[in-house]
């Protein structure tokens, strides 16, 4: 099959529990991973699978199963990163109302309390232990390709990581070295966590391979991941890294090959594994990785029989859940009429009809546009409808880093070329049919809407926001932010996410963050 697959094997890292409740809990196995790897080395490549699947799938066994004691429709860990990096941002809201949604979609009210803050610290902390457990057992057994396998193993522990310096700002570092402590460990700070995440990624930087399978981390995968950190350090650690970040994205844009895909929305679909501006994305497939939680969550959420044709997005059901709202399209225009006539192709991935441009209420469906940026039809059109989305989400891509190159660039990054920036910048609007830009139209803000436009419903945009100064405060205000209609100041504190309860019941040397 074109995609790398979830092979059945005959071992779990780990059973099914809370993470908040044992963080260091030991294998439970029909044989031991030292075994299976001793008896059968290829073994190893569905091993991996199962770590890759671990961002984007709720459990090995389909479904409506789940590697830990949350629920396998509302916890997978690509779920929980569109609900607490998009709708508790300014351009998608959703309808719900379900226990703690609303709470993200007005950015208020949060509590440690809110079972989705605990979904996604869960999902990190099932996903470290197994990297610790397989790079425990790789220091000694024999397995192909060794060390370019054990540095995947490191970026995966990394990737969980980097959403727990930026979404809650500390917690436990757990490795290899602690593996199976008795004893609660202490908390690490934000900066302990960030060094750790650099140091492990520029150590794995060499052996990493230079190329891999589809849906496998490569030397640009890390390297794109370690600008991504360098580039929120001044928010993660206070101090500025921008000429960093320049360097790392650099050699992802001259060395990894990737060019940007002449069609956009062939990065949407459902053949976008075959996009060549696709650094890395979290698989799903409609019949051997299905789950609620990857771009099944996006697509079908996005979808209503009530008003709209499901087969035409290549779903047989709609959610009818969520909408983006006009911090979004309004960055194209300012009416309904100025989006269908605008000639940039972004400006037309929202379903208009019957909708309102105004976000009156946020639980009324007709209120805001719901997006039709995923889509389960492959980009020519073709494809037989299914329930579960097998459009991977391109967690990393070339049109990300040209902007990241760009940021750098104007935050005033050694190296950067302007000429450069705004030709990477032109380059995206081009491809979109935008309007290209000249060296003065390239301003700090202009990129934040310039990312807002390319990326939104990526993962990115509250990010995105707290770096730029702009997510807190009043200072720029969106439909139900704080809980508002038209939008109003929020406080420093939500920032960051408050250390789920649990977290702290089970862990006496973790603290709350402030404010909550």
């Known amino acids: 099959m074109k995609k790398l697959k979830l092979f059945s094997i005959c071992i779990f890292f780990l059973g099914a529990f809370s993470c908040t409740n044992d963080l260091n809990t030991e294998p439970v196995v029909e044989l031991s991973l030292q075994q299976l790897l001793q008896q059968d080395p290829n073994a190893i490549t569905g091993i991996m699978s199962k770590l890759y699947g671990s961002f984007a799938l709720s459990g090995a066994n389909g479904p409506g199963s789940s590697d830990i004691s949350d629920d396998a429709g509302e916890s997978p860990f690509l779920r929980g990163i569109v609900n607490l990096e998009d709708f508790t941002a300014d351009g998608m809201k959703n309808r719900w109302g379900d226990d703690g949604l609303d709470q993200l979609t007005t950015t208020s009210n949060w509590d440690a309390n809110n079972k989705f803050f605990r979904y996604l610290y869960n999902r990190v902390y099932y996903t470290v232990p197994q990297c610790n457990n397989l790079l425990a057992v790789l220091s000694s057994v024999d397995v192909p390709n060794k060390e370019a396998v054990k540095s995947e193993v490191r970026f995966l522990r990394c990737l969980a990581y980097y959403y727990m310096i930026d979404c809650f700002g500390k917690g436990v570092l757990l490795t290899e070295a602690n593996l199976g402590s008795a004893t609660p460990l202490p908390e690490a700070s934000r900066q302990e966590l960030f060094n750790f995440v650099e140091s492990e990624l520029l150590a794995i930087e060499s052996t990493l391979p230079d190329t891999n399978d589809y849906g496998r981390a490569n030397k640009a995968v890390g390297r794109m991941l370690l600008a991504k950190l360098y580039l929120n350090a001044e928010v993660y650690t206070g101090t500025a890294r921008y000429n960093e970040a320049l360097t790392f994205i650099k050699k992802v844009i001259d060395e990894g090959g990737y060019t940007l895909d002449p069609n956009f929305r062939h990065i949407f679909s459902g053949d976008n594994n075959t996009s060549p501006e696709i650094i890395y994305p979290l698989i799903a497939d409609a019949v051997v990785s299905q789950s609620y939680g990857n771009t099944t969550y996006i697509v079908n959420g996005n979808l209503n029989s009530a008003d709209m044709t499901l087969s035409a997005y290549g779903a ?29 192709e972004r400006a037309h991935l929202f379903f208009t009809n019957g909708h309102s441009f105004e976000m009156t209420d946020y639980k009324t469906w007709t209120d805001g546009y719901p997006s039709v940026k995923f889509t389960n039809k492959n980009a020519d059109g073709s494809g037989t409808p299914t329930y579960f989305s097998g459009t991977d989400f391109p967690l990393f891509r070339l049109a990300d880093a040209y902007l990241i190159y760009a940021e750098c660039t104007v935050r005033g990054a050694a190296g950067g070329s302007m000429t450069q920036a705004v030709d990477y910048v032109n380059q995206i609007r081009t491809r979109a049919g935008a309007a290209t830009i000249t060296p003065g139209d390239l301003t700090i803000d202009f990129i934040l809407d310039e990312r807002g436009r390319e990326l939104n419903l990526e993962g990115q945009r509250r990010t995105d926001l707290i ?21 109003t100041s929020i406080s420093a504190n939500y920032k960051l996410f408050p250390i789920p309860q649990k977290a702290l019941e089970a862990n006496p040397n973790l603290t709350q963050n402030p404010g909550y």
């Open 316 to 344: 047989t059901d709609g959610w009818g859940g969520h909408r983006a709202t006009k911090a979004w399209y309004g960055l194209f225009a300012n009416s309904a009429s100025g989006l269908d006539a605008s000639s940039d």
């Open 467 to 487: 770096r730029f100064g702009k997510f807190t405060g009043g200072s720029y205000v969106w439909p139900w932010k704080g809980n508002v209609q038209a939008g």
